[in-house]
């Protein structure tokens, strides 16, 4: 009987209903920045962010009319839709908080977002209970980064545990409804979505059973464990802009990783296909703001007739205002710093 449970004899995941896009069929269509076709892109309203290629690779299948570019600051950035009309910016960064620091405040400044998202794999913190592919939601972010260790060796961790943004909790009760897995067979797994789960984020990459458990035993309703929330909710805290991590489970942290690699695209997907789900159509987002540096007016629609809100856009905190964070160190450390603000 296969197994999705535990490390033990962990079976091979179920076929996807669609075949994923290979390396050679990626970025074929390119602009210049400059182009008419990217400007018009550039106030995205969806940007997602992943950290390796499985991740990126389940997010650039659910996009349509796919426009590649790329900038000096953010990188290559593919430029999409979801449904007919909702448009999407897809970027790849570095794992860890201070490389998804600097890749939210850079292109927050540069894509004007309405939300962000970290989409991919997180492993489980509860494996009888979140099992392999099924989808992790951060209702509430959890981080352990910050940490005092006292005189007799006891740890103390004085992180963050903050709740989803306004309208992105709204949205979470509902990113289920009418979601099928996109699987070949649905009776050859059941993937739960799990929305009112506390998402655990820190810089350790985790592959230990002991390790796990210590957290654990200081995040008792922790169910998903990653490494880029915590500085997605940093920078994001600073800009004002809605923010979430959708992730999927790909491993448990035990030890077993690489008995559960083959996972990591099949749960990459999962977690892709419930963020087009829940933004598959435009109304759900149209009355979103922009984020908007000093701000700045929300542009025309582009020509293709396809309306942009024009509600008051999320003016930004200016503690720092450097051009590029690459450049300004201290506003990196500053912004890390501030999941720390915030004490259990």
Known sequence: MAKYESSD?????????????????????????????????????????????HEFDACYSYMKHVQRSW????GMVDFGQFGDSVRVALMKCAQGPTEAVIAVKNAADILHPKVILFVGICASMKPTKAKLGDVVISAKLATYGDKKVRADGIVEYRGTKAKVSRYMARLILHAADGWEAPLQD????????????????????????????????????????????????AA???????????????????????????????ASVMAASVVHNMFKYSDVIKQWPHYSKDDQPVPPAPSNGQSRTQSMPVRR????????????????????????????
């Open 71 to 74: 900038h000096d600051t953010l």
């Open 186 to 233: 649905q009776s050859s797994l059941k993937v739960e979505v799990h929305r009112d789960a506390v998402m655990l984020s820190g810089p350790e990459l985790i592959d230990n059973l002991e390790r796990r458990q210590e957290l654990l035993n200081h995040f008792r309703d922790a169910l998903g464990l990653e490494m880029e929330g915590a500085g997605l909710y």
């Open 9 to 53: 004899s962990v079976a091979v995941p179920p076929k996807l209903n669609f075949t994923l896009p290979t390396r050679k069929e990626i970025g074929k269509n390119r602009s210049g920045w400059s182009s008419a076709e990217i400007q018009s892109q550039v106030w995205t309203e969806i940007l997602l962010i992943t950290a390796n290629d």
């Open 317 to 344: 905190l200016d503690a720092c205002s450097a051009p590029n964070l690459r450049t300004s160190i201290l506003c990196v450390r500053d912004w890390v710093m501030a999941i720390s603000l915030a004490r259990f």
């Open 236 to 266: 994001a805290r600073d800009l004002g802009i809605e923010w979430a991590v959708i992730k999927a489970v790909s491993d448990f942290g035990d030890g077993s990783n690489s008995e559960t690699k083959d996972w990591q695209p099949f």
